[in-house]
């Protein structure tokens, strides 16, 4: 069964200080993994996606690394903006449910002054 | 931009009552989805249609309906609303020829007393 795993449940940091959320999965066969972020009551925002082992993506404080079992967003220098949570994703290569995306169940993020 | 919208933000319904939630996608895209999302549990895939009057069962259909008549739009139903059926549901959708990342609407809060 596919599985994707995001540590640390929540994670506080102080303004400046940088740190790396993870997200493991087990999948048979890797299309894509996807990073969302999502702010209290709203739907969750296309961060990033990353399709191969070694491939790097970046956006501002945030930098999305890929390995064959796990994903790390790293955040250089947070402000207290960045503060939301965020969602890991993969799409698997098997079948025929194209599309279809399989969640972690996030990682809350909280910057403080 | 790719834009979801989903017919209301808020919604407060009975408990027994049928309820329609419907989203629209502007950006011509085959799939669509149905989440619901609750604390701890992450996003749950209820139902999604790759194309107009196909549908597939996610994880939890459970207790709920799909109806797909044209391609824009994607409604869920729940036949007789009950109160563990109370969350956060998310529609989203993506395109065969884009880059698979799925993008999601605002989100309904329903509350089922």
């Known amino acids: 069964e596919d599985q994707v795993t995001q540590s640390p449940e929540a994670l506080r940091l102080q303004e400046g200080e940088s740190s790396s959320l993870n997200c493991s999965y087990t999948?048979?066969?890797?299309?894509?993994l996807f990073w969302y972020r999502q702010d209290p009551g709203k739907g969750p925002e296309f961060l990033f996606t990353?399709?191969?082992a070694g491939e790097e993506k970046e956006k501002e404080r945030l930098k999305a690394t890929l390995t064959k079992k796990e994903s790390f967003l790293h955040i250089t220098a947070p402000k207290p903006e960045d503060s939301a949570t965020y969602l890991c994703?993969?799409?698997?290569?098997?079948?025929?449910?194209?599309?279809?995306?399989?969640f972690g169940r996030g990682t809350q993020l909280t910057v403080w002054p | 931009d790719v834009k979801v919208t989903q017919s209301s933000r808020y919604l407060v319904k009975r408990t027994g009552e049928k309820v329609f939630l419907e989203c629209v996608q502007d950006?011509?895209?085959?799939?669509m989805f149905w989440y619901r999302q609750d604390p701890g549990l992450g996003l749950r895939l209820i139902y999604f249609?790759?194309?107009?009057?196909?549908?597939e069962k996610g994880d939890i259909p459970e207790g709920y309906s799909v109806s797909r008549e044209k391609k824009e739009r994607f409604s869920l139903i729940l036949e007789s609303a009950s109160t563990n059926q109370t969350s956060m549901y998310l529609c989203?959708?993506?395109?065969?020829?884009?880059?698979?990342?799925?993008?999601f609407g605002p989100g309904t809060r329903l509350t089922v007393l």
């Open positions: 994703a993969v799409q698997a290569a098997r079948g025929s449910t194209l599309g279809r995306l399989y």
């Open positions: 990353l399709y191969s």
């Open positions: 249609s790759y194309d107009v009057k196909m549908k």
């Open positions: 989203a959708s993506n395109g065969l020829l884009g880059g698979n990342e799925q993008f």
């Open positions: 999948v048979s066969g890797l299309r894509g």
């Open positions: 950006m011509d895209h085959e799939n």
